[in-house]
């Protein structure tokens, strides 16, 4: 049996409220916002450039597997 997949995020320290974040949130959003209080959390991004330049190579890797992962001689049509 599959375990179900866990899911990648914080409890808000004001209301505990689980706040999801996904990598594609952490890259390209400007703030997180918590939906139990509607708390805003927003990352120094010029002193996270290094974990940023870190996600950003992950996340073209993972695009890069997602373009490909469905490949198969029957879908090929070249």
Do not use: H, W
Request: proline letters at 5%; hydrophobic letters at 30%; charged letters at 25%.
């Amino acid at each position: 049996m599959k375990e179900p997949e866990k899911k990648s995020g914080f409890n808000c320290p004001n209301c505990n409220f689980f706040i999801e974040v996904t990598l594609k949130s952490l890259l390209y959003a400007k703030s997180q916002d918590c939906p139990g209080c509607l708390t805003k959390f927003e990352m120094d991004r010029q002193e996270s450039s290094r974990a940023l330049n870190l996600m950003q190579n992950l996340n073209t890797v993972i695009d890069n597997i997602e373009s490909v992962k469905d490949f198969s001689p029957e879908n090929y049509k070249g």
